[in-house]
Structure formats: structure tokens, C-alpha cells
């Protein structure tokens, strides 16, 4: 069964940076497609980044070209480098599969505010 363990959030002022890691537990990181979530207040999960096994990326509108995810298969980790941080992109960041599995990570908290 696979585990996520995020890390890297914190607060941030507007036009800041933050860089996640999802740390994966459980099986080779390599054969899954996989992407990174988030969760506003009162607002349902949506999925904000993507990679499949083969490195391709895809990202939501509202973060395409302040965004960009990657992996190491090596270190069974993925990443989210975000830049441009707005209020907006305030969430509980998680990641999983880009199939969601129902087990999910703690997630890490995102604020951007001044």
C-alpha cells in the first residue's frame, strides 16, 4: 500500500516561493503517475499538478507558469517548486497517484499572506 509523507509548507508573503516534497513509501515511486492536490477552506480537493512515469507534466490553469513538478524515482520523491505565490494558492497541499488511491498523506499547509 502506498504512503505519502508531505513536507515543505509554511507561510509566505505574496510573489514568495515554496518548494514541497512528497516522500513515498511502499512501492517503486517509478511505475505510478502521480500529482499534487490541494485543499482550500470550504472548498473541495482539486488536483493542481501532474507527472506521469515518463516525466510529461500538466498543470491547472490557474498555476501554469508559476508551477512545476517533478520527481526523483531514485529518492522515491516528488516535488512542487511554486513561485509567484498568491493568496489564492492558499491549501493544504497533498499528494497521491493521478488516479487518487483513498489513503491519503497529512498534507502540508500553504499560506500566503502579508
Known amino acids: 500500500q502506498l504512503q505519502f509523507v508531505e513536507s515543505g509548507g509554511g507561510l509566505v508573503q505574496p510573489g514568495g516561493s515554496l518548494r514541497l516534497s512528497c516522500a513515498v513509501s511502499g512501492s517503486r515511486l517509478g511505475i505510478w503517475s502521480m500529482g499534487w492536490y490541494r485543499q482550500a477552506p470550504g472548498k473541495q480537493r482539486e488536483l493542481v499538478a501532474g507527472?506521469?512515469?515518463?516525466?510529461?507534466?500538466n498543470y491547472v490553469d490557474s498555476v501554469k507558469g508559476r508551477f512545476t513538478i517533478s520527481r526523483d524515482n531514485a529518492k522515491n520523491t516528488v516535488y512542487l517548486q511554486m513561485n509567484s505565490l498568491k493568496p489564492e494558492d492558499t491549501a493544504v497541499y497533498y499528494c497521491?497517484?493521478?488516479?487518487?488511491?483513498?489513503?491519503w498523506g497529512q498534507g502540508t499547509q500553504v499560506t500566503v499572506s502579508s
Open positions: 497521491n497517484t493521478d488516479a487518487p488511491l483513498p489513503s
Open positions: 507527472i506521469t512515469r515518463f516525466g510529461s507534466t
